[in-house]
């Protein structure tokens, strides 16, 4: 893989930050300075339009100089208030809402919680999903998509898109219903030729352990890349995919808050690059909610930063993880999360409109 192809993020994150199509780099300071522009606007548009934060925020700030203070003196936002006044996070009237996907909530007998997004929110999403799968994939390539795709606007059709605006070729299954479907599954990456898989950890692992049964193993199968999102991703299961198939595994962190994507590792470093011009990432104590230092383990918290529907601010994940402080050997300049660790509660894909 050559280097522009390791530095595809930080490309379009210099393009996205500074509005010039012909841009190729960034610095950090420019960066963070343009984190800051959208924090800003982030904070002021949130309060203007949406009961929920105009009530959870008695004042914006207005001495600029001191913005990032103000920042982290707001109040974190929570699962549970987006499950119990989830409307009034809302920045613009239902009728601008083209998608909303309903979440699990843990066995939670109360409201579930539903995320909203306008036809604006999901192009940012198709946006990322375009450049970020050009880490791994490109217009030559075949890519089976194991994610829900049976709705419009749902992730599997909206990464689809993503991959043909450069060029590659999808295989839109959907999420498997059962065991009985690993067979056909692996019959459809050998006859159609496919090249590349995004998918749960859990069905990659179930194809993976079906082909090292079968006579002629993984046979005829071209798979040169996997990406595995949506799930934690044990070591072992990533091992054994590389075995069976003999391709690179990526891995892919996010939820359905931060707009369906948030980081991707690159091949070539631990952790996952983080999509920088769209979510703002702090790494907070659990206990006492100040931001640790780089390098110190901490629970993810995030601020949308483009979202136009239902923007989150200081949204607690309860998902842990950590800055690497150290520089990838891609040699991209956006920040880095370790691996994330499984989760307490499912957070995945139940019922959408």
Not at 160 to 187: C, H, I, K, M, W
Not at 225 to 233: G, M, Q
Not at 299 to 320: A, H, N, Q, S
Request: net charge negative; proline share 4%; with cysteine.
């Amino acid at each position: 893989m050559n280097r522009e192809r390791r530095r595809y993020l930080d490309i379009w994150t210099a393009r996205k930050i500074s509005g010039d199509p012909g841009s190729a780099d960034f610095s950090r300071e420019e960066l963070d300075e343009y984190s800051e522009v959208k924090l800003k606007e982030t904070v002021s548009y949130a309060v203007e339009n949406s009961v929920f934060y105009r009530e959870k925020f008695s004042r914006v700030s207005a001495d600029d100089s001191r913005f990032m203070e103000y920042f982290r003196s707001l109040p974190f936002t929570t699962s549970e208030e987006l499950r119990q006044r989830g409307m009034d996070f809302l920045c613009v009237s239902p009728g601008q809402i083209s998608r909303i996907v309903t979440l699990d909530t843990g066995g939670s007998t109360g409201e579930p919680k539903r995320v909203h997004f306008t036809e604006e929110d999901q192009q940012l999403t198709v946006d990322y999903f375009e450049n970020g799968m050009q880490l791994l994939v490109d217009g030559s390539d075949k890519v089976l998509i194991l994610m829900p795709s049976r709705m419009p606007g749902s992730i599997g059709r909206l990464l689809s898109e993503g991959l043909r605006n450069f060029g590659a070729d999808t295989v839109d299954y959907g999420l498997p219903g059962s065991e009985d479907e690993v067979t056909q599954l692996l019959d459809i990456i050998r006859s159609q030729h496919v090249t590349s898989v995004v998918a749960l950890p859990t069905h990659m692992r179930m194809l993976a352990e079906r082909a090292a049964k079968t006579a002629d193993g993984a046979s005829g199968c071209a798979l040169r890349t996997v990406l595995l999102s949506a799930e934690y991703v044990p070591e072992d299961t990533v091992k054994l995919i590389r075995e069976v198939f003999g391709c690179e595994v990526y891995e892919h962190y996010g939820m359905t808050e931060m707009g369906l994507g948030c980081a991707v590792s690159c091949g070539q470093g631990e952790g996952y690059h983080v999509r920088e011009c769209d979510l703002y990432i702090e790494i907070i104590d659990p206990e006492t909610g100040e931001v640790v230092p780089d390098g110190q383990p901490g629970e993810v918290v995030f601020t949308t930063l483009t979202r136009k529907g239902m923007p989150f601010i200081r949204y607690r994940t309860g998902d842990r993880s950590r800055w690497i402080t150290e520089e990838c050997r891609c040699g991209s300049r956006l920040k880095r999360l370790d691996k994330v660790g499984p989760r307490d509660a499912v957070k995945g894909y139940l019922k959408t409109r």
